[in-house]
Antibody
Framework: QFHLVESGGGVVQPGGSLRLSCAAS????????MHWVRQAPGKGLEWVAD????????YYAESVEGRFTISRDNTKNTLYLQMNSLRPEDTAVYYC???????????????WGQGTLVTVSS | QSALTQPPSASGSPGQSVTISCAGT?????????VSWYQQHPGTAPKLLIR???QRPSGIPDRFSGSKSGNTASLTVSGLQADDEADYYC?????????FGGGTKLTVL
């Protein structure tokens, strides 16, 4: 059974930094690309970033490019999201999701973790 | 990249069918076969319902079906049940990026 558990959320001031983690189990982590998707309170889903299984290719949404960095440690079966220069509009539940293959060209998101809440406020 | 367009709400009585549309462009929905649909109950993570416009993953009831016409994808929920009341999202691959719809709240009357 595929399982994803996010952690690292919390309250941070505008301009601050936070690193999220996503621990994977139940599948061969280094065979699959991974995504981060966020959901602001009461709002819809927004894709944030993805990374290929080998970590060589990454893509970002325009809203976070240059501020967020996606990475992974395949020896620890863990995906990360380093978030810098945080803004109030980054406040959201952040989900990690498994891609259906090693590349990020096409596909779908399944499964998703339970999410971790990030609140950017002074 | 603009979000895909979904109706904010939809409703139907138990046993009826409801169709939710997801309008995109020739750069996303119209360009790739990678449109998927997700169901989200309050306070829970999204769950995959349909992939590649119309393919159901194992374990998803055949009451859920998907289709595509031009730049618009659609999700149909047949034989509505109380537990179908949830938010539904479409998402399309858009060439190195992914675009979500704004979501549709389905109410079972």
């Amino acid at each position: 059974q595929f399982h994803l558990v996010e952690s690292g959320g919390g309250v941070v001031q505008p301009g601050g930094s936070l690193r999220l983690s996503c621990a994977a189990s139940g599948f061969t982590f280094n065979n699959f690309a991974m995504h981060w998707v966020r959901q602001a309170p009461g709002k819809g889903l927004e894709w944030v970033a993805d990374m290929t299984s080998d970590g060589t290719t990454k893509y970002y949404a325009e809203s976070v490019e240059g501020r967020f960095t996606i990475s992974r440690d395949n020896t620890k079966n863990t995906l990360y999201l380093q978030m810098n220069s945080l803004r109030p509009e980054d406040t959201a539940v952040y989900y990690c999701a498994k891609h259906d293959s090693g590349g990020v060209w096409g596909g779908w998101f399944d499964p998703w973790g339970q999410g971790t809440l990030v609140t950017v406020s002074s | 990249q603009s979000a895909l367009t979904q109706p904010p709400s939809a409703s139907g009585s138990p046993g009826q069918s409801v169709t939710i549309s997801c309008a995109g462009t020739s750069s996303d929905v119209g360009a790739y076969k990678y449109v998927s649909w997700y169901q989200q109950h309050p306070g829970t993570a999204p769950k995959l319902l349909i992939r590649e416009f119309s393919q159901r993953p194992s374990g998803i009831p055949d009451r859920f079906s998907g289709s595509k016409s031009g730049n618009t994808a659609s999700l149909t929920v047949s034989g509505l049940q109380a537990d179908d009341e949830a938010d539904y999202y479409c998402v399309s691959y858009a060439g190195s990026r992914w675009v979500f719809g704004g979501g549709t709240k389905l109410t079972v009357l």
